[in-house]
């Protein structure tokens, strides 16, 4: 399609204007456009189908007092056109039009088509054309934006749409900016901007340097050398910068800037102090046409100009790149790329590479700290399996023993991440023997926490002294702050409660004291110290530093770290009864961890997810996310027997409860208990019990649950001593002992309250109305399971509703509704559209089916929803699928 499609109306215009050229009163044509508006096209394909008898004089040098003469006499012989391009800088024309039009105009049939930019028509131009007399003919054609059709259809038809769009939008929608575009459409990224790094790629460009026209062959040496110090500092700039990077004296720097916006390839922004080019592919013509040693010197000048200004070191790192192997200063290079660590990733891990690149052949020092910078931005921008293979080389560069131990600390952390902790934490060990002492409680802090989520605390105990030293570092923060959280979950797991939260609370002051700036670049330390509270049921604290931490990692790119940390806040979110959080936190946790190969933030998502559909929407849901759960955690031991303990509670509500008892039968093994999660064993004992009660194992029960007594005193953990409580109340029941049992209820009820373990405490309560049931004092009771009620409800809980509709119908109660709040009982009409609703039918089709109006439903089911003290149809369709003990008509027809 020709470059001049969209303009046929224009076109037609000045035709038709031309076609009748009246004697002794010429005509002019004014084409006005922004650069690259294709007004030259314009002309030359208006001359070429104008009629043969017309002239045309096409090239201002003939402009000449002679010229105009002939002109003149010929216009009275046929009519005449002529033709000036580019009128916004050629005055000596502008003084022969004067002279044509003004002066003596002719007395034949004349025409004269001038086209200019207005933004630099000169003042005589301007003139010439407001003060032209009554006698004169005009006509203004302005050329503008092509119409969106028009444009795309300009562009190649192979691209997508949506790249279509993207490129006609950077082009302006004009026909001259198109064109380069359609030859070149990989000078623009998927965001619009113009990847000035691909200008070298595609070689010398006619269209590219088209844009700057003949301006630049007008254009001095000084010239010249601003436009490229502008090119390469890039969108905006100001004097004195341009003249140190085009090494300029100031005065000329600013003349040339000058006579650079007259030409208009440079416009001032919003603050006139600042330039910057008129279009980004102007600037990238004007890049490519640098010579290229000079344009790779010149960003070495920008880079240690706004390194002075200190200016945003993603721009300098930008220029330090596009300086390429001119950067020989591999030192300032990687400094650069370190600051870009938590600001831009994947610059930082280019700039590393860059280095490298650059580092002498002998210096393995330096070579081993450009390798550790490549590995942390590397995992930043989310590949963990290339990061870890660049520390294992920083690892072995020889570098210095900072270094050493620094990259053997993300290596553990790395490999931790991926799915191999356990070897990992023998490899870390393993450096005491090359670690030197300064460096020693660094490496112990790192080593105790990779064992201490793993449960290893054997391995723990040897580095407590060590530990203990980094707390007391004040001029690293971030290490203290682990080594504190650290023995905070050694205390907890030893059953030294007050300890653990003294330990925490002083973390979590140093973790408050930290900027976002600084804590975005040790994101890691809010992941443990949220993990070790959620572990000590502090889950408020844990869910204020998850949410900073997760919105940090994603303002800072921080991609290694964001799978663990939302893992973190689904398992905090389940813990707490904050299920549809939970659910929802979990699934992005695990894409979150697919994306970048972290297998144990898949599993913890997915355990976790399954765990808050099981109590938010039943085993049925729960059951395949469970399954999947404990398929991949496989490799890691301590998470594989987190996994399988969630499973176990689906499998019993599933009903299945000879094989929930065999999966917990695994986890209580006593060999197996020695290694794994202390803070999880009381809890998997007493589901072993709880399971053991169900399949009629009433005695053996009776030992498990004993043992998860013990096993909780031990610990120290509130929760974990109310769940062996409950499990203890749970085979007293059975043993026909109601006393006791409702003793260790009521205790468990005590412990659970204000703990945000809300779901636990619903089904306490239920275990408590069971206990009171069985003793006679039915009252109690139903106050108790209105308790559980409300709860289930408040935090949509299927599961626990479910509980508490079971034990409604085991206390016998069908007569009357459990609540103490209960209304009237249900008339047969109220009755008809509770069934229906509770079928998933809406309130339209409800009305279809009974033959009655919509509102008459809507009336109806408000009813209901006041006497059975429910507040949505999932609750409700719960409470009639199992009886709820909702009073139905006497005569069911009636």
């Not at 650290?486 to 059953?495: C, E, N, S, V």
């Not at 330390?525 to 998850?546: C, F, I, M, S, Y």
Request: glycine residues 8%; contains cysteine.
């Amino acid at each position: 399609m020709s470059m001049l499609a969209g303009r046929d109306e224009e076109l037609a215009m000045v035709r038709a204007v031309l076609a009748v050229l009246v004697p002794r009163r010429p005509t002019l044509v004014e084409i006005t456009g922004d650069p690259g508006a294709g007004k030259t096209a314009f002309l030359t394909h208006l001359l070429r189908h104008l009629p043969s008898e017309f002239h045309v004089d096409l090239t201002a040098h003939r402009w000449t007092p002679a010229a105009l003469a002939r002109l003149g006499r010929l216009s009275r012989v046929r009519p005449v056109v002529a033709v000036l391009d580019d009128a916004h800088r050629a005055e000596p024309a502008v003084a022969a039009l004067r002279r044509l039009l003004g002066d003596a105009a002719p007395p034949g049939r004349l025409a004269v088509v001038c086209a200019y930019r207005p933004r630099q028509a000169s003042r005589s131009l301007l003139h010439l054309l407001s003060d032209l007399g009554a006698g004169i003919r005009q006509m203004a054609v302005p050329l503008g934006a092509l119409p969106e059709e028009t444009a795309d259809a300009l562009l190649p038809s192979e691209l997508p749409a949506a790249r279509r769009a993207t490129l006609a939008a950077v082009g302006g929608r004009l026909p001259g900016l198109l064109a380069v575009l359609a030859a070149h459409p990989d000078l623009v990224d998927t965001d619009g901007s113009v990847a000035l790094e691909r200008v070298a790629e595609i070689g010398p460009s006619k269209l590219l340097a088209g844009l700057l026209g003949p301006e630049t062959d007008l254009a001095d040496q000084s010239t010249r050398r601003a436009l490229h110090a502008m090119a390469v500092l890039g969108e905006a700039a100001d004097p004195a910068l341009v003249a140190e990077v085009g090494q300029q004296r100031r005065a000329a720097a600013v003349e040339a800037l000058d006579r650079l916006v007259r030409m208009d390839l440079l416009r001032y922004g919003a603050d006139e102090s600042i330039l910057r080019p008129r279009h980004a592919l102007v600037r990238a013509a004007a890049y490519q046409d640098a010579p290229v040693g000079w344009r790779a010197r010149a960003h070495l000048r920008a880079d240690a100009v706004l390194r002075r200004r200190g200016a945003d070191p993603r721009i300098r790192g930008w220029h330090l790149f596009q300086a390429g192997r001119a950067a020989t200063r591999h030192r300032g290079i990687n400094n650069t790329a370190h600051e870009l660590l938590t600001l831009d990733p994947a610059m930082a891990a280019r700039l590393a590479r860059l280095a490298a690149t650059v580092v002498p052949p002998n210096d393995s020092v330096a070579l081993g700290d450009v390798l550790l910078t490549e590995a942390r931005a590397t995992a930043a921008a989310g590949d963990l399996t290339g990061a870890l293979r660049l520390a294992e080389a920083a690892h072995g560069a020889p570098p210095g023993p900072d270094t050493r131990l620094a990259s053997a600390v993300l290596r553990a952390d790395l490999a931790d991440r991926l799915g191999t902790g356990v070897p990992a934490l023998a490899r870390l060990a393993g450096e005491h023997a090359t670690t030197v002492e300064r460096l020693r409680p660094q490496l112990s802090v790192a080593q105790g926490r990779l064992a201490a989520r793993h449960g290893r605390w054997d391995d723990l105990n040897p580095l407590v002294s060590d530990i203990q030293a980094a707390t007391e570092m004040e001029t690293n923060p971030p290490l203290a702050a682990v080594a504190r959280t650290t023995l905070a979950a050694r205390a907890a797991a030893h059953g030294v409660t007050d300890v653990a939260g003294s330990e925490l609370r002083a973390a979590e002051a140093l973790v408050d004291a930290m900027s976002d700036r600084a804590l975005a670049g040790c994101l890691d330390v809010p992941e443990w110290l949220a993990w070790v509270q959620g572990t000590v049921l502090d889950k408020e604290g844990a869910l204020r530093h998850l949410t900073r931490a997760v919105a940090l990692a994603r303002e800072h790119g921080q991609a290694h770290v964001l799978p663990g940390l939302l893992a973190g806040h689904a398992r905090i979110a389940a813990a707490s009864g904050r299920l549809d959080e939970a659910i929802s936190v979990a699934i992005e946790a695990e894409r979150a961890g697919r994306s970048v190969g972290a297998r144990p933030a898949v599993t913890i998502a997915l355990t976790y997810r399954a765990m808050a559909l099981l109590w938010h929407a039943g085993p049925k849901a729960a059951a395949p996310v469970g399954e999947q759960a404990v398929r991949e955690a496989r490799q890691d031991p301590t998470l594989y027997d987190i996994a399988v303990a969630v499973l176990s509670h689906i499998r019993y509500a599933q009903g299945r409860h000879a094989e929930a008892r065999h999966l917990t039968s695994v986890l209580v093994q006593p060999g197996r208990m020695k290694f794994r999660r202390r803070d999880m064993q009381p809890k998997w004992l007493a589901g072993h019990a709880e399971f053991l009660v169900a399949g009629g194992l009433i005695d053996e029960a009776y030992a498990w649950s004993q043992r998860a007594e013990e096993a909780a005193a031990a610990l120290g953990l509130e929760v974990r001593q109310a769940e062996a409580h409950l499990a203890t109340a749970s085979v007293l029941l059975a043993r026909r002992n109601p006393a006791d049992a409702l003793v260790a209820a009521q205790r468990a009820t005590e412990l659970l309250a204000d703990r945000q373990a809300d779901l636990s405490l619903g089904q306490a309560h239920v275990a408590v109305a069971d206990c009171l049931e069985a003793l006679g004092e039915s009252g109690p009771a139903r106050e108790h399971i209105h308790l559980a009620r409300s709860l289930a409800e408040r935090l949509s809980s299927a599961w626990l509703l479910q509980q508490v509709v079971n034990a409604q119908r085991r206390h016998g109660a069908g007569q009357r509704r459990w609540s103490a709040a209960a209304g009237p009982d249900l008339t047969q009409a109220e009755h008809r559209v509770a069934v229906l609703v509770a079928e998933g039918l809406t309130n339209r089709a409800v009305a279809m089916r009974l033959y009655v109006t919509e509102r008459t439903v809507e009336a109806h089911l408000t009813r209901v929803y006041r006497k059975l003290g429910v507040s949505s149809r999932a609750t409700l369709a719960a409470l009639l699928r199992d009886g709820g003990g909702v009073v139905l008509p006497a005569n069911p027809e009636a």
